[in-house]
């Protein structure tokens, strides 16, 4: 039954990412006690391609100096096997050496003047040669006849990104076959031919995942999987020109290599990574992410340990999001031995509660809507400011305000739309005319939008639209109709810099939206609008243009300047029963850029006007939490994960706090628990009901809660004799 394939049941992980030294010093006993001390049920073992492990009959795959007549795979997959362990072999077939370039120089990249690329002293293997075709399935069928492996995967299959258009004979060929087109100049987004590449390299790659899985089930059996590894950051994977979406619609578990938090998001970021690629692939399918016990700040440091609160809190927070823990390590040995300490409690933690952490479906009824081709398109070389900067504004207004929302693929919106009341585009300005439709329908089935910036202005291929159908369907006109691409930044060097100086006047206070505002007439913006007016919604706010700030004397409004006018936020009902609100103003990036509390207030209350009192959870007290809610047969599971203090990056997690005291109210049809079982304090509390609320108190949390609601056991009663 498939409930019993290793890859539905295998839920922690450890990679040992060997080096070449490994092959003469490492320690074999070391790990297997490790595995057994950290409830490992599947390793990740270096085998081939970038350097090999083994003896392989290949004489250009590149061993390890130091491999001599070892065979280090060998070693680590019978150990694994002893212990029942599940076993992937790890490749990296996106680069060789010189010495390969020599005997096959028609299987490497090359630019338009013929020189090879290079990457970290070795090349780069072009993906639609015969590497790619012929030797990598040859490799992959004698590692599975080796080893018997229970699948193969490799962080760098996807070769050169998206400004490195190869030009072999190769792609020369498959291009103009495949498009009837010559290769792009150059890497231009302006040029659609280009556009054109951008596409047909993305089917390039999935082509390759099909075929690198067909290898290894005619080798390996149909259980035998290639799985490559993918990014769960949706902004900045099309660089690497895969498409997320194909991958993981078509994969029976997803490894993702997604180590730690980066400088724009923050440990949140990964319980968004699980709903996101859950929401692509299933939620019955496991996605193990490998988590990085190095240091990932600022600075990278592969051999020192990560501080074990940071590595601790990005597993707290994938796990929250629906994905299984992958812990990592560089080296077979290590000198700061305190990595070995960072997930030990953890991944115990995690084997107890693993009955609550699968087999869920989330409960959140917000959708936030993302797709590849925004990025590709609209992002194109400024996708951070354009793009990520947008999501991670709304991301963080949503987990501050404890709002739970499903990150959606625009071409998933109908699959998801019943199971949603709001949708939000954040500057989503790329959209097919189906992607278009799919909102229209959900706004007719009574759903809600909440949209700002550029979305829907621009075709599939980021070309501007004559008409903006969104904005038509909600009774907006635009009077901006060119795209707003080059976007000022805050000037921090320079106060006499006052062109992002602006504010919001509070047209109209009464509003929900503006809720908490009551004692201001006015709030800091420092954004740009897209002009446009409505005779049919509200305005919410306008834009009060720049003014000085420097010096203090004239850092004023003139009085005829005091309100231009401009609306910045629109609002009202669809027609069909919902609400939309419109940000002409770019409040989602400015969140992102100021974090100010003011911006990602207006962003939530946005979603609790369009949400129309259909929320599913409401948590009172102080503390900054990521809060999961999730659907399990009868019961009710809600992951608190306390954030207080993580918020902040530059910096690493060294310590945190106790919060709490929290009211809970989770909505509820059929669950009729009398009793909340906190998993992490081992206590029960009462549960009450009001209303269709499930209502309840979580008195205090240190580092998390796993809250479970439905659950009538001798064990929760013994709580309360």
């Not at 209502?695 to 929760?716: C, D, K, P, W, Y």
Request: glycine share 8%; aromatic share 12%; with cysteine.
């Amino acid at each position: 039954m498939s409930e019993h394939k290793w890859y539905k049941t295998t839920w922690r992980w450890c990679q040992t990412n060997l080096t070449e030294i490994d092959a003469k010093d490492c320690d074999i006993e070391f790990w297997k006690k490790y595995w057994e001390e950290n409830q490992i049920q599947g390793i990740i073992v270096n085998a081939g391609g970038i350097v090999a492990y083994y003896p392989s009959k290949y004489p250009l795959q590149y061993r390890s100096k130091y491999l001599q007549d070892g065979d280090l795979v060998k070693v680590f997959t019978e150990a694994a096997r002893e212990r029942g362990i599940r076993v992937l072999a790890r490749m990296d077939i996106n680069r060789a050496t010189g010495e390969f370039v020599k005997a096959h120089p028609e299987w490497f990249a090359v630019d338009k003047e013929g020189r090879y690329y290079e990457a970290g002293e070795r090349y780069l293997t072009c993906i639609n040669s015969a590497y790619y075709k012929e030797y990598v399935p040859m490799v992959l069928e004698e590692i599975i006849e080796k080893y018997h492996p229970d699948g193969i995967t490799d962080n760098s299959w996807q070769g050169p990104g998206a400004g490195q258009i190869c030009y072999c004979e190769n792609c020369r060929k498959k291009f103009k076959e495949d498009t009837g087109l010559d290769l792009p100049e150059a890497p231009d987004w302006n040029d659609k031919t280009y556009k054109v590449w951008i596409k047909w390299s993305f089917k390039s790659r999935t082509d390759n995942w099909d075929l690198f899985n067909n290898i290894t089930e005619k080798y390996g059996g149909e259980d035998c999987l290639w799985l490559g590894m993918v990014n769960a950051n949706p902004i900045d994977s099309h660089c690497a020109l895969y498409d997320i979406r194909e991958i993981g619609e078509r994969s029976k578990i997803i490894m993702t290599d997604h180590q730690s938090r980066d400088t724009m998001n923050g440990l949140e970021q990964n319980s968004l990574n699980g709903m996101l690629l859950h929401a692509i692939s299933g939620w019955d399918t496991v996605i193990p992410e490998s988590m990085a016990n190095y240091v990932r700040g600022v600075q990278t440091f592969r051999r020192a340990s990560n501080p074990k609160l940071e590595t601790q809190k990005w597993i707290q927070e994938g796990i929250a999001g629906g994905i299984s823990p992958w812990v990592h390590y560089v080296g077979g040995k290590q000198e700061d031995r305190r990595q070995y300490e960072n997930c030990r409690e953890i991944m115990r933690w995690h084997k107890e509660q693993e009955k609550y952490l699968y087999d869920r479906v989330p409960i959140s009824g917000v959708g936030l809507v993302w797709s590849q081709e925004n990025v590709n398109f609209y992002g194109k070389d400024n996708r951070h400011v354009l793009c990520a900067q947008p999501w991670r504004g709304f991301t963080r207004a949503l987990t501050r305000a404890r709002i739970p929302a499903v990150p959606v693929h625009a071409a998933q919106i109908s699959r998801h739309a019943q199971e949603l009341s709001v949708l939000i585009l954040p500057d989503l300005a790329v959209m097919t005319d189906g992607q278009i439709e799919d909102v229209k329908a959900f706004v007719k089935q009574g759903g809600s939008v909440v949209y700002t910036g550029a979305s829907g202005m621009l075709d599939e291929w980021g070309e501007p639209r004559k008409r903006f159908p969104l904005d038509e369907m909600f009774g907006i006109r635009r009077k901006t109709t060119e795209i707003i691409t080059e976007r000022q930044e805050a000037a921090t060097k320079d106060w006499e810099q006052f062109a992002l100086h602006n504010y919001l006047r509070l047209h109209n206070p009464e509003h929900p939206i503006l809720q908490g505002f009551e004692n201001t007439d006015i709030l800091p913006f420092g954004g740009e609008i897209y002009e446009a007016e409505s005779e049919r919604l509200t305005i919410v706010a306008t834009l009060i243009p720049a003014f000085p700030i420097y010096p203090p004397e004239i850092s004023f409004m003139e009085p005829d300047k005091r309100d231009s006018g401009v609306p910045v936020i629109l609002a009202g009902d669809t027609g069909y029963g919902g609400r939309v609100v419109c940000f002409l103003g770019d409040i989602d990036r400015r969140y992102c850029q100021y974090n100010m509390g003011d911006h990602g207030d207006l962003l939530a209350q946005a979603v609790h006007y369009a949400l129309q009192g259909r929320e599913v959870l409401e948590v009172e007290g102080k503390g900054y939490l990521d809060c999961r809610l999730y659907r399990q047969k009868e019961r009710l599971i809600l992951h608190m994960i306390n954030l207080s203090g993580a918020n902040q990056f530059p910096g690493l997690l060294e310590e945190e706090y106790e919060v709490g005291p929290f009211r809970v109210r989770v909505r509820t049809e059929n669950c009729h628990g009398t009793s909340a079982v906190l998993k992490c304090r081992g206590e029960a509390v009462p549960v009450s009901y009001e209303n269709g609320w499930a209502v309840f108190m979580v008195n205090q949390i240190s580092s998390q809660e796993l809250v479970v609601i439905g659950e009538e056991s001798a064990e929760i009663k013994r709580h309360f004799q």
